[in-house]
């Protein structure tokens, strides 16, 4: 599979902004190696710095050497290192891009003398932000063999993201996934809790056990207990024979809560019984069994006010949340959104049986733009929608997106090489995009724009942008 050359130095320009903004990082610069055989060729980002761009190479040099990262903070050099007018005079960190055992580059980035220095979380974030970048180098700019396939998305890993945020949550899963006490896990509605669960199941010594997950509100509460620690024969009407429960069912592995704010006030205190004593009764029994139980629970509720209203028990609360980790929205992490993007396009396609699919920029541009309440759930809605109404175009298209992403519909524009039409296409589209984003009041929309606000009336008359319903104008 080939990749071609401008493909990849726009996926590059794009990863070095990425790096920049997530590590906040006023200067990244990526040197280019090809195997040692030729020297260092050089992106950077935002601006070409000759300064960095120096004291950069000399540290990418050593780190391609040494095959580990670096870093170099200014407070390491001495005074008279510092006013060199040839040296950068702040922070730097360089991280070498490896593919397989060939070394292809280095990722360098710079913060001025009055930043705080790069710190490891920095390194982990950067670390994760530049997992393709090593093979999309040897691809598309190193001239690998032909039959060396750009890495797919692994589906094997649900947890998609290189963002700081996503960085954190992978650093805390890999330090509780071995621990016994409870996890908690945080988050709105379609953020992926479940996945998290189940990353710490898979990756902790307990993954040959068996992973059970229950919707706590999704059965009603009569069955919900027996469900959970199963029946006796005869001890109400249809139990037929003894069942174990699914709490016995998940014995040596991990027990998954889900909304378990939905829990009612009277398994609360069984629950709490069983966390605290490590054994259940089953439903018509005298007879106690000890488990050996995992437990995670999930939820998008904010607990502390269900305790407040007396429908969620203190003592059950602080047992639940001994470890906790906190699932962002997806609004929140906008770096990890290409990613996703990316990943459930290629997914999903496969499924279908198609070829390979891309989105057009104003397509990937309403849907960075897009506040996605539903989270990475309903991301996966929309580009299962988008690849069915693309039918056999390789492209999804503005078009192709439901109306509350592009509710002005707005269909995708031929490419014109005409100055006057491109510009007027783009004016009509700036116009649309921030009325969707500010609102329907134009004079805020104008001062967000920076326009006036009669300037922005004769955008609107120009174009036969109509008020929309209700729309106000002050």
């Not at 040839?86 to 990722?107: E, K, Q």
């Not at 692994?154 to 700081?164: F, H, N, T, Y």
């Not at 995992?294 to 904010?302: D, Y």
Request: proline share 6%; with cysteine.
């Amino acid at each position: 599979m080939s990749i071609s050359r401008e493909r990849v130095e726009s996926f590059l320009a794009k990863s070095l902004r990425l790096i920049g903004e997530e590590v906040s990082s006023p200067r990244v610069l990526l040197a280019l190696l090809d195997g040692g055989r030729r020297p260092f060729e050089t992106r950077a980002w935002p601006l070409r710095d000759p300064l960095f761009e120096s004291s950069s190479s000399d540290l990418a040099r050593h780190a391609l050497e040494e095959k580990r990262p670096l870093l170099a903070a200014a407070s390491s050099l001495s005074p008279d290192e510092r006013c060199r007018p040839d040296r950068w005079p702040g922070s730097l960190l360089c991280l070498p891009l490896l593919s397989g055992d060939l070394a292809v580059g280095a990722v360098c980035l710079g913060r001025e003398p009055d930043r705080e220095p790069y710190s490891s979380a920095d390194l982990e974030a950067v670390v994760f932000l530049t997992q393709s970048l090593a093979a999309a180098i040897r691809c598309g700019l190193v001239h690998a063999p032909a039959e060396e396939p750009f890495p797919p998305a692994q589906d094997a890993d649900p947890l998609i993201g290189g963002s700081r945020a996503f960085a954190l949550i992978r650093t805390l899963i890999e330090r509780i996934k071995d621990a016994d006490a409870p996890v908690f896990i945080y988050g709105e509605s379609g953020t992926g809790k479940e996945l998290v669960a189940r990353a710490i199941h898979s990756r902790g010594r307990r993954r040959a056990g068996p992973f059970i997950a229950i919707n706590c509100g999704a059965i009603p509460d009569q069955l919900l207990e027996s469900e959970l620690f199963g029946h006796a024969r005869g001890s109400f009407t249809g139990a037929l024979r003894d069942k174990a429960g699914l709490l016995e069912e998940a014995d040596g592995g991990t027990f998954f809560l889900d909304e378990i704010g939905d829990l009612s006030l009277p398994l609360q205190a069984k629950l709490l019984r069983l966390l605290q004593e490590k054994e259940i009764r089953r439903i018509g029994e005298t007879r106690t069994r000890r488990v050996n139980v995992r437990f995670v629970s999930a939820t998008n509720k904010e607990l502390e006010k269900e305790i407040e209203q007396g429908r969620f028990r203190m003592d059950l609360y602080y047992r639940l949340r001994i470890l906790t980790i906190e699932v962002p929205p997806l609004r929140e992490r906008k770096a990890d959104l290409l990613l996703l993007i990316n990943h459930f396009v290629d997914r999903y396609g496969r499924e279908m049986g198609r070829e390979k699919t891309y989105i057009s920029p104003g397509a990937m541009e309403l849907m960075m733009d897009y506040p996605w309440p539903g989270n990475i759930r309903e991301l996966q809605n929309e580009l299962q929608r988008c690849l069915v109404l693309a039918g056999g175009d390789r492209l999804i298209r503005e078009e192709h997106l439901s109306a509350r992403i592009n509710p002005r519909r707005q269909p995708a524009s031929p490419v014109s090489y005409n100055y006057f039409e491109a510009r007027a296409e783009f004016e009509k589209r700036f116009i649309h995009q921030a009325l969707v984003r500010f609102g329907p009041n134009k004079t805020r929309t104008a001062r967000e724009v920076g326009l006036t606000r009669q300037g922005l009336f004769k955008l609107l008359k120009k174009y036969r942008i109509g008020e929309e319903p209700g729309a106000g104008e002050e």
